[in-house]
């Protein structure tokens, strides 16, 4: 499919996926080298960004993300603004104060979050790169859900200028595509250093040594809970993995259990800060009543354009920070995030990568996530959240197809800074894994 039948038909797959926020309307692809979408909390001078919020409705930044503008300086036309949660507060992009993305296998069913319109595009067009957020698992669910390849990278490798934040210490840019060699190309192109994003300039070089994952340790706790689809397609990925000579090896690491309790404390407490700037006066709608006092205009304003899952973000993360409670829940979640580190790091010293499914099911039918609580949907992160709080570079890729035929994915983590074998890692799994693309109907 060519880049201009790509363009022609944006609007006609977009009214049936609702990938895109925001999208391009131009039909030439004029000199561009390759097409890309980028999740809708980066920046963009072209196109309107709102993070998924209504109270960033309208907001049409004057600047790039340094990602975005380094896939432009690459040769890359952004045609859209995809679709996800509220500020990134989800699991199935269904927490979205705008569309919600299908997932291509079945329109039934949510594309996982809450990059989930970026896993989309990836899945329905041919040849695309899409850039995605993970705060908690944000890129790797969806690629499960979607069956594409999905890269978080190591916190602070790929910088962070002009992304709107969640959660400070947490978020991290990067790929999904269906092409697993797009993965090493695409992160090598929006990785490295920026004066502008602190965090990023204490990295060393990428690696492109293509060196070969050898050893692979699979955590108890990571094969736990899990439906009868997922485990039986883990397990033959485990077979196969043996077959290609990769060691598998399980293991203990204890301290994954409490990773998610302390992430969404630490998440919540940072995102309640940063959305703090959202009052109606400087930053986001600003149409509240000014002849209120200040409390008021701001309740408001707040109350009116923030969804459901953002209120309840904003009041976890307040009561965590509140004073007497900092030490009790806030200094105790750095504490917990450190244990995790160093487990990982304990096991990585003697295996190249920590192996998990990506996500406990397959991706769920939208009339079973309305009955879902907020804690059933936090407790779907468990196997994604540790890396994150971890910082630790993963991948999900393609292992299986369930009984209801909707794909499944395996999480490989590495140790920081070593996405190089991630990469070879997907390269290699390509190769021996026929991967099945959605049934595209415009």
Not at 4 to 21: A, I, P, T, W
Not at 177 to 198: F, N
Not at 219 to 243: C, H, M, T, W, Y
Not at 351 to 363: E, I, K, N, Q, R
Request: aromatic residues 10%; charged residues 25%; glycine residues 10%.
């Amino acid at each position: 499919m060519s880049m201009r039948s790509v363009l022609e038909s944006l609007e006609s797959v977009n009214s049936k996926y609702g990938m895109f926020h925001d999208r391009t309307h131009e039909t030439d692809p004029g000199d561009a080298k390759f097409l890309f979408s980028a999740k809708d909390n980066l920046t963009s001078k072209d196109m309107e960004t709102c993070a998924g919020s209504r109270i960033l409705e309208g907001y049409r930044p004057a600047f790039d993300a340094t990602a975005i503008a380094r896939m432009r300086e690459a040769g890359g036309m952004l045609i859209g603004k995809t679709n996800m949660d509220e500020f990134g507060f989800g699991t199935f992009s269904t927490n979205s104060g705008f569309e919600i993305p299908r997932n291509p296998y079945d329109l039934e069913r949510a594309c996982g979050g809450s990059s989930g319109g970026s896993a989309c595009a990836a899945a329905v067009f041919e040849d695309h790169v899409s850039l995605g957020v993970s705060t908690g698992g944000s890129i790797c669910c969806p690629a499960s859900f979607c069956g594409v390849y999905g890269i978080a990278p190591t916190y602070g490798r790929v910088s962070r200028y002009g992304l709107i934040d969640y959660g400070n210490s947490l978020d991290k840019i990067g790929v999904l595509s269906a092409k697993a060699g797009d993965l090493r190309k695409y992160i090598g192109v929006i990785a490295g250093r920026d004066e502008k994003d602190p965090t990023s300039c204490v990295q060393p070089e990428l690696v492109n040594a293509g060196r070969k994952m050898k050893s692979v340790a699979v955590p108890k706790e990571g094969i736990e809970g899990l439906s009868k689809d997922v485990e039986s397609a883990f397990n033959k990925a485990l077979d196969e993995l043996r077959r290609m000579g990769i060691d598998v090896e399980t293991v203990d690491m204890p301290s994954l259990r409490y990773a998610m309790p302390a992430y969404y404390v630490l998440a919540t407490s940072e995102a309640s800060t940063n959305l703090a700037r959202y009052v109606g006066m400087r930053y986001g709608r600003q149409d509240g009543d000014l002849s209120l006092k200040f409390d008021d205009c701001f309740s408001g304003v707040r109350s009116k354009y923030f969804g459901d899952e953002a209120k309840r973000r904003i009041l976890l993360g307040t009561f965590t920070r509140m004073a007497g409670y900092s030490d009790r829940y806030y200094s105790k979640a750095r504490q917990v995030r450190q244990v995790v580190i160093d487990d990982y790091k304990r096991v990585l010293k003697d295996h190249d990568a920590v192996l998990a499914p990506t996500m406990p099911f397959t991706a769920p039918r939208f009339d079973d996530i309305s009955k879902m609580s907020a804690l059933d949907s936090y407790k779907a992160d468990y196997l994604t959240v540790p890396a994150n709080i971890a910082g630790t570079p993963h991948m999900s890729v393609p292992c299986g197809y369930g009984s209801d035929g909707m794909p499944i994915g395996m999480q490989f983590v590495a140790d920081h800074w070593d996405e190089d074998v991630l990469f070879s890692m997907a390269e290699a799994w390509e190769r021996e894994f026929d991967i099945r693309r959605p049934e595209v109907a415009q």
